[in-house]
């Protein structure tokens, strides 16, 4: 387990060294489950606000961001959303990002002390998962695996549908 040094209210790093280099489900969860315990380990409360964006450095020092940033609580429910989400992420990005042989996954977060107000709408958590299965073909995109049918019904399990926003999760 690394120790990182924890500012609140100041952006910071967190890196998990991939031997090999292949990043997986299971990666993923452990990075996360690291991290989190790292978190734990510098007495950071259940009732911290943690925003984190998952990247992966690969050669020459250089960084890909993978996820947006997210928001989440510091409590298991929402470590467990997270790891999904982290995970969609990672599986809607096309065969290029899965052959860059990254040295690392990098969590870049900020604690948000319980002063400091976050307005609930300024971030949200957003399902970005597409249904990847046999019977829907998808098309490479700026580094995205997209479904090829614009019929979302099809994508996965809509979550909620509000006008022209519609979330859906990966079934």
Known sequence: MKNIQITLN?????????????????????????????LK???ISGGSKILIQFKIKIEENNFRSISYLQSINFNQNEIDELIE???????SRDEGYHCLNPSDIVFTF????EAEELG???LK???????NNENIKTINFKGYNLPNTMDYEEWGEIIEEEGRNIMIKKI
Do not use: R
Not at 16 to 26: K, S
């Open 41 to 43: 380990d510098n007495n």
């Open 110 to 113: 900020k604690i948000i002390s």
């Open 125 to 131: 958590i957003k399902f970005n998962k597409i249904k």
């Open 85 to 91: 989400i982290f995970i969609g992420f990672w599986e």
């Open 120 to 122: 609930e709408d300024k």
């Open 10 to 38: 100041k952006w910071t790093d967190y890196y998990y060294g991939l031997y090999p280099q292949i990043i997986t489900n299971i990666t993923i969860t452990n990075s996360i489950t690291t991290f989190t315990n790292s």
